[in-house]
């Protein structure tokens, strides 16, 4: 071996004093030299008897055998002999004279050397191969808590045997975690010596064979599908919400569980070297990584449609709770494109959420259909868009953070009536005069930003309000038209309070929409009842005139009756409240008539109508029968 090629195996930190040749005779030089010779003598003929009883090509019980199951403290030894080799090697090549290197105990020391690294090789392997439920991530990422135990920069691994190590390291752990805890101190004893003697190549090739595997199965078993985003793109929605949902559920387990764990296994097994460590992670997690936070931003890119935005808000605010732990985990510079990932994930799903949502919007404004809906009741796409900016309004996060950079953008300004941002204000905190305080500056900029989300759900809620009065106007009933509008109105009010949207909007808008609903329910008591009402008479009027406005009172109150028979008020007070306002309108009225006529009328062919049955009819509007019967008078027909 050349003096070049055992320098490169020099750690880090050189061991030993380094001798410093000076001007001494030959006959000093050739003593120290057969000192140094007789010193790697000594180690070589100690480490052989221990690394030859255990090398696979000259023993058949080393061959089935594992070194660090069978003999713990051997396998201790073993370590410490091949690290004590590796130090006499490196002593002898830095002092000894150039002709030196060709002698043939450090040839002899050379070929130990490399049977003790088969050695290892082999038992590197067995560990990481039979020990795969100690070291699934789950297990490992428990660790976490107190890997640091034993990662100082001063660490030795040969100080503490991996039974001492796991000890210091799981005072509180189970057995599980214990026994986990002395695997990975076996693969850190191994990997350290391994680098340490110039063999860090073939421990990292067994460590990533075995490890990628584990990253990629470790997907599978969550159910991610690992689809080109072309793939992804082409699928329909019905396939494509499922996969979705999946990786929702797996997100975090994958971020937090699986590629956690795997990073605190690495950091612990090669704690010994940074470079080691950014490699093997690149290598084992990095592709696997990429792809799994690169499924949002393919799901982004696909077809838009206004179903799809829940969605995409479920998997912004999925990323956007991942992100912290994206960066620590994924922190080396050769898995940035990891971090960019996420970003770009970000960056495509608030997009793509943006656009949905003023699809959304547009989609309420083109509805065109012309039907109406029978008796005026609430018309499908009063709820369907309710029930849409209802869900919405739970996404508020993260619907903050996406308008923040992708504004609303209106024909004309949105009158400040439209809505009420007092709540917003009141978590303000004032900023105390002269001062500059970067939380209260926080503060305000978060309430600009709530009463900016405000705004555009105030905005998306007035289409719709639009919308509703062009379909209002395809009724011919002018009463049928208001209570249209005063039952529609009144569900977007009962929706704004049952939900987040209340204290986006404010009880302020909420009341002043109700105040409006109750107008257009007037409107409709004057619009129906008004005729009805007008039959009778206020003043003295003769007998025969009170005859006839009997007669137009009965037909009156009979096609009204028969008229609004489907008709409907969705919202029982405000049902019970039109009620009462059309008894007060017509009762008081008719019953001083009636008491006032009722014996003159004795003769009259008509059929007399008690105040208590003009009451009874009255109290049996919008009952949603859909049909009208007139009911025989309680009092006599003459």
């Known amino acids: 071996m050349t003096r070049k090629g055992l320098r490169n195996l020099l750690p880090c930190k050189p061991f030993g004093r380094r001798h410093h040749r000076d001007s001494q005779s030959a006959a000093a030089n050739a003593s120290s030299s057969s000192s140094l010779s007789s010193s790697l003598e000594e180690k070589v003929a100690r480490a052989e008897v221990v690394v030859m009883k255990w090398d696979p090509e000259s023993s058949a019980y080393a061959k089935i055998t594992s070194l660090f199951y069978e003999d713990r403290s051997e ?19 830095v002092d000894a004279e150039p002709a ?70 799981g005072k509180s752990i189970g057995e599980v975690e214990r026994a986990a805890g002395v695997v990975m101190a076996d693969l850190r004893a191994i990997a350290d010596t391994m680098v340490f003697a110039g ?49 929702l559920v797996a997100s975090s387990v994958a971020v937090r569980t699986l590629f956690h764990g795997e990073r605190v296994l690495l950091d612990h097994v090669f704690a ?62 050769s898995t940035a494109a990891i971090r960019a990932q996420a ?32 008796g005026g009741g609430v018309h499908p796409v009063t709820r369907y868009a309710m029930n849409y900016i209802s869900l919405l309004a739970d996404y508020q996060s993260a619907l903050v953070e996406i308008l923040a950079d992708f504004p609303i953008q209106t024909p004309t300004p949105i009158p400040a009536f439209l ?27 978060e309430g600009s930003r709530r009463s900016a989300i405000a705004a555009r759900f105030a905005w998306l809620i007035l289409s719709l309000l639009c919308k509703l009065d062009e379909k209002a106007a395809a009724y011919r009933d002018v009463g049928l038209s208001y209570l249209f509008l005063a039952n529609n109105l009144q569900y977007i009010v009962n929706k704004v309070r049952s939900c987040r949207l209340r204290e986006l909007l404010g009880e302020e808008w909420a009341t002043r929409q109700a105040a409006k609903a109750r107008q257009h329910a007037a409107g409709y008591e004057r619009a ?18 009170a005859r006839g406005r009997m007669r137009a009172f009965n037909a009156a109150l009979e096609e009204v009756c028969a008229a609004e028979s489907g008709w409907v008020v969705a919202d029982a007070a405000m049902r019970e409240e039109v009620r009462a306002n059309v008894r007060r309108m017509i009762l008081p009225a008719y019953r001083g008539f009636y008491t006032l006529w009722e014996s003159a009328m004795e003769d009259a062919a008509a059929v007399l109508l008690s105040p208590d049955d003009v009451g009874n009819r009255l109290g049996e509007l919008f009952s949603g029968s859909g049909s009208y019967r007139p009911k025989a008078s309680s009092s006599q027909t003459v």
């Open 100 to 169: 030196s290197l060709s002698h043939p105990c450090l040839v002899r020391a050379q070929t130990l050397m490399q049977a003790a690294m088969r050695r290892l090789e082999k038992e590197f392997f067995q560990i990481l191969a039979a020990n795969r439920d100690l070291l699934d991530p789950e297990s490992v990422s428990v660790r976490s808590a107190y890997s640091s135990v034993s990662e100082g920069p001063d660490y030795d691994p040969w100080e503490n045997s991996p039974e001492e190590e796991a000890h210091l390291a």
């Open 343 to 374: 970003l770009a994930s970000l960056s495509k799903l608030a997009e793509a959420a943006s656009a949905t949502l003023a699809d959304f919007e547009s989609a309420i404004m083109k509805e065109s259909s012309r039907s109406t809906v029978p």
């Open 419 to 445: 809505f009420d941002t007092s709540q917003a204000q009141t978590e303000q905190q004032p900023a105390v005069s002269g001062s500059s305080s970067t939380p209260a500056s926080s503060s305000s900029s």
């Open 272 to 333: 010994g070297s940074d470079a080691v460590r950014e490699v093997v992670f690149a290598d084992i997690a990095g592709e696997a990584a990429v792809q799994f936070l690169g499924f949002p931003e393919s799901v982004a890119k696909s077809k838009r449609s206004p179903e799809k935005l829940f969605r995409l808000l479920d998997l912004y605010d999925a990323v956007t709770e991942l992100r912290p732990d994206i960066e620590v985990i994924f922190s080396f510079d």
């Open 75 to 93: 396998a201790r030894k073993f370590l410490a002999e091949a690290s004590d080799l590796q130090r006499a090697m490196l002593v002898f090549v």
């Open 199 to 247: 063999y860090r190549k073939e421990c990292v090739r067994t460590y990533k064979s075995l490890r990628k595997s584990i990253v990629d199965e470790g997907l599978y078993r969550l159910g991610f599908e690992r689809l080109a985003p072309a793939q992804i793109q082409k699928l329909d929605w019905a396939v494509l919400e499922l996969k979705v949902r999946s990786w």
């Open 528 to 545: 129906a009842w008004g005729r009805v009402a007008a039959t009778i008479p206020i003043g003295n009027v003769s007998a025969g005139e």
